[in-house]
């Protein structure tokens, strides 16, 4: 075999186990926080910037308003358990992280959330990602994403099956 079919050959192995990867454990979305306070971990005060969809190293950007940016956030911090649309309400209320979004830049920028809110929100993210799935060819359903999982009884859960991972701007705002 040529050394030039090896090279394909590789690069055709490569590009299906990374899809392998993307379909078992979910693509990668970063999570850009701004305003973030350099020397400290993510905390109350900083702002959700931006949700991108990576992979292969090219990164989407999911044009998302500020309420689905706090409710991708809540459900990448907490991928690990399932929660009913009542339960992440609850989560994101009584979190100080989304109580004191955007504090950091001067002003609070936060949203309330009920449960029927959260229902539709959900709906648009896989709007979102679905666009952003696309556009990476990876071939994978949003609703692989952001699963609806059911519930014995009238409820469903909901849980973000994708490898999260956030990142700081360590920038803070001038006192012009």
């Known amino acids: ?3 030039d079919l ?7 192995e490569t590009l299906l186990l990374e899809l392998r990867d993307v379909r078992q454990n979910g693509p990668l979305i ?5 305003f973030h306070k350099p020397g400290t971990g993510c905390m109350a005060g900083e ?23 706090l409710l991708l956030d809540y459900l990448g911090r907490t ?8 339960q992440i309400a609850a989560g994101l209320s ?3 992280f989304y109580r004191k979004h955007g504090l950091n830049a001067g002003t609070v920028a936060s949203r309330k959330f009920s449960r029927s809110v959260i229902k539709e929100y959900i709906k648009r993210i896989r709007q979102a990602l679905s666009l952003a799935l696309r556009e990476t060819t990876v071939g994978l359903d949003s609703e692989r994403v952001l699963v609806s999982r059911p519930t014995v009884g ?22 012009d």
Request: zero cysteines; a positive charge; hydrophobic letters at 40%.
């Open 154 to 175: 009238n409820e469903a859960l909901y849980q973000l099956r994708a490898r999260v991972e956030w990142v700081h701007v360590d920038e803070t705002p001038s006192n």
């Open 6 to 12: 090896r090279s394909v050959a590789r690069a055709s």
């Open 1 to 3: 075999m040529s050394e």
């Open 47 to 69: 702002e959700i910037w931006a949700v991108l969809l990576v992979f292969r190293k090219r990164e989407s950007p999911l044009n998302l308003s500020l309420a689905l940016r």
């Open 94 to 96: 009584r979190t100080e």
């Open 30 to 34: 970063r999570i850009v926080h701004r």
């Open 79 to 86: 991928r690990h358990i399932p929660q009913s649309a009542t």
